[in-house]
Nanobody, 114 residues
Framework: VQLQASGGGLVQAGGSLRLSCAAS????????MGWYRQAPGNQRELVAV???????NYADSVKGRFTISRDNAKHTVSLQMNSLKPEDTAVYYC?????????WGKGTQVTVSS
């Protein structure tokens, strides 16, 4: 599975950004897609994931501010990020996995200025 992410950029604190990711290749009906992030000096961490069945999971730090959504027919996942904070600054990675494989997209930079 190949992943193509878009979105990201520079925004002031309190602003919004939207990330999108499209999967292509051999995609099974049962899978998980989501977003992770890595700030300088930190480990990569989960931001939000969504299963093909509709379940979602969010990091506590983004609950109430970020919303993940999927379009299973188009094999896409999006992350709407509102009320952004400087601590949200990181490289954001799209991820897709199923029982066969685990794929990561190239990261996209999100920078939130104070």
């Amino acid at each position: 599975v190949q992943l193509q992410a878009s979105g990201g950029g520079l925004v002031q604190a309190g602003g919004s950004l939207r990330l999108s990711c499209a999967a292509s290749g051999s995609i099974l009906s049962a899978n998980v897609m989501g977003w992770y992030r890595q700030a300088p000096g930190n480990q990569r961490e989960l931001v939000a994931v969504a299963t093909s069945g509709g379940s979602t999971n969010y990091a506590d730090s983004v609950k109430g501010r970020f919303t993940i959504s999927r379009d299973n027919a188009k094999h896409t996942v999006s992350l709407q990020m509102n009320s952004l904070k400087p601590e949200d600054t990181a490289v954001y990675y799209c991820r897709h996995y199923d029982y066969r494989e685990d794929s990561w997209g190239k990261g996209t930079q999100v920078t939130v200025s104070s």
